[in-house]
């Protein structure tokens, strides 16, 4: 994804699936039941790598 305006944090709950999160030159894995965040104004991209399909529930909050 393209980076979002700054002061932008992205939250990720993995319902289902497994997910890899590549934020700038870092991967996380997140699988089911994880959580994660980060600042969202830097490049970031989303790849399922399991085998079955992915649910997530993602926000995105902006601080003034």
């Known amino acids: 994804a393209e980076p979002h305006q700054a002061n932008a944090e992205e939250q990720v709950l993995m319902m289902q699936g497994q997910l890899?999160?590549?934020v700038q030159d870092s991967d996380y894995t997140v699988e089911q039941g994880n959580?994660?965040?980060f600042q969202a104004n830097c490049d970031h991209r989303y790849e399922n790598t399991g085998?079955?399909?992915v649910i997530a529930i993602m926000f995105i909050s902006y601080s003034p």
Request: proline fraction near 0%; hydrophobic fraction near 45%.
């Open 20 to 22: 890899k999160i590549s």
């Open 35 to 37: 959580f994660i965040d």
């Open 51 to 53: 085998e079955e399909m």
